[in-house]
């Protein structure tokens, strides 16, 4: 886990701070949807993610739901003990709307991912086809790894004992739940873990081009190019590179 550091304070401090908005609302909300969990247990049918069942009757809701189901304690503390040290920072730096926005994307994607994966024909993918896969591991996931781009040579703390840079804790959990997902019997959805990575990678360090400014500027470009010709300008401006990568 990180530690603040405090270059003028002569203690260090444990966690980023008091909860921001959105993480509260997500911890408040697991939390309630754990408890009605214990009371019903049909909620885990009715709402995890199941590939075949996603795939056979529809059930367009469960790559989201699934995040807000747990199965048990330490299941459920983990993850909003690192959904509040991780994502504090992020949500006070992106603002509440892009940090949502990322949260969700990250987690519905780790699950649409872990239904592709699921359909692999390997009889690892194939268990992953019928478990219920429940836990908002995949969106955490998704803020370890902008947390390793954002502030690589932090340390985060491996077992509580062992100063890790993020780049390196990021990329060793990556390697566990790559050759994790690759077996069986572990009851951890590992693909899940591995496509929040993914996902969180792509949404920022993706490419982001949208066709319509795109077209503008090619028009404008073309305008540009003109009027060089004619008051005999020497060429500059952006190369022809459209597809470049925004990091």
Not at 9 to 37: E, Q
Not at 168 to 193: C, E, K, R
Not at 217 to 245: E, H, I, P, Q, T
């Given at each position: 886990?990180?530690?603040?550091?405090?270059?003028?304070?002569?203690?260090?401090?444990?966690?980023?701070?008091?909860?921001?908005?959105?993480?509260?609302?997500?911890?408040?909300?697991?939390?309630?949807?754990?408890?009605?969990?214990?009371?019903?247990?049909?909620?885990?049918?009715?709402?995890?993610?199941?590939?075949?069942?996603?795939?056979?009757?529809?059930?367009?809701?469960?790559p989201f739901t699934y995040m807000f189901l747990h199965a048990g304690l330490f299941h459920i503390l983990f993850n909003m003990l690192a959904l509040w040290m991780f994502g504090t920072e992020f949500e006070r730096m992106w603002?509440?709307?892009?940090?949502?926005?990322?949260?969700?994307?990250?987690?519905?994607?780790?699950?649409?991912?872990?239904?592709?994966?699921?359909?692999?024909?390997?009889?690892?993918?194939?268990?992953?086809?019928?478990?219920?896969?429940?836990?908002?591991?995949?969106?955490?996931?998704?803020?370890?790894?902008?947390?390793?781009?954002?502030?690589?040579?932090?340390?985060?703390?491996?077992?509580?004992?062992?100063?890790?840079?993020?780049?390196?804790?990021?990329?060793?959990?990556?390697?566990?739940?790559?050759?994790?997902?690759?077996?069986?019997?572990?009851?951890?959805?590992?693909?899940?873990?591995?496509?929040?990575?993914?996902?969180?990678?792509?949404?920022?360090?993706?490419?982001?081009?949208?066709?319509?400014?795109?077209?503008?500027?090619?028009?404008?470009?073309?305008?540009?190019?003109?009027?060089?010709?004619?008051?005999?300008?020497?060429?500059?401006?952006?190369?022809?590179?459209?597809?470049?990568?925004?990091?």
């Open positions: 886990m990180p530690r603040a550091y405090r270059p003028y304070a002569s203690t260090v401090s444990f966690g980023p701070g008091p909860l921001s908005p959105a993480i509260k609302g997500l911890i408040i909300a697991n939390v309630v949807v754990f408890l009605l969990s214990g009371f019903s247990r049909t909620i885990f049918s009715a709402f995890g993610l199941v590939p075949v069942l996603f795939l056979s009757d529809l059930r367009l809701w469960t603002g509440t709307r892009y940090f949502l926005k990322y949260y969700l994307t990250t987690g519905v994607g780790a699950g649409l991912l872990t239904v592709l994966f699921s359909l692999l024909p390997f009889g690892f993918a194939q268990q992953v086809y019928v478990s219920n896969i429940v836990g908002a591991s995949g969106a955490i996931y998704g803020l370890l790894l902008a947390y390793a781009l954002y502030f690589p040579d932090r340390p985060i703390y491996m077992y509580f004992l062992f100063a890790v840079p993020a780049k390196y804790f990021v990329l060793i959990i990556g390697v566990i739940a790559f050759y994790s997902s690759l077996g069986s019997g572990s009851g951890i959805a590992n693909a899940t873990h591995l496509g929040g990575l993914v996902v969180g990678y792509i949404m920022l360090r993706g490419t982001r081009i949208n066709p319509l400014s795109e077209v503008r500027y090619r028009y404008l470009k073309w305008r540009m190019n003109n009027a060089r010709k004619k008051f005999g300008v020497y060429r500059g401006g952006r190369s022809d590179d459209y597809d470049r990568r925004v990091h």
